[in-house]
Nanobody, 118 residues
Framework: QVQLVESGGGLVQAGGSLRLSCAASGRIFSINAMGWFRQAPGKQRELVAAIGGRTNYADSVKGRFTISRENAKNTVYLNMNSLKPEDTDVYYC??????????????WGQGTQVTVSS
């Protein structure tokens, strides 16, 4: 089993910055890709940014958010700058993990709240 633990959410004023972290632990042979999603109540979860062989960003965050990985720590980060009230959501990280057995599964974190005040 694999666990993903997120941290770094909180309340910030518009124009401010936050840094989210997500650390994976457990039966990990390799992590193929990691990403960040966000979801508002009653809405579908949407991709914010992903990093694997390359990085991908939602159009709404390009130029403001940066995703990065620290492979030695099985950790992914999301640096969020120039935050807007519309960035307010619960942010979830995910990881595509290959276990020592060779099986690959997708895992999710528990979510961290980001609130941007105007």
């Amino acid at each position: 089993q694999v666990q993903l633990v997120e941290s770094g959410g909180g309340l910030v004023q518009a124009g401010g910055s936050l840094r989210l972290s997500c650390a994976a632990s457990g039966r990990i042979f390799s992590i193929n890709a990691m990403g960040w999603f966000r979801q508002a109540p009653g809405k579908q979860r949407e991709l914010v940014a992903a990093i694997g062989g390359r990085t991908n960003y939602a159009d709404s965050v390009k130029g403001r958010f940066t995703i990065s990985r620290e492979n030695a720590k099985n950790t992914v980060y999301l640096n969020m700058n120039s935050l807007k009230p519309e960035d307010t959501d619960v942010y979830y990280c995910d990881a595509e993990v290959t276990a020592p057995s060779g099986r690959t599964n997708l895992y999710w974190g528990q979510g961290t709240q980001v609130t941007v005040s105007s």
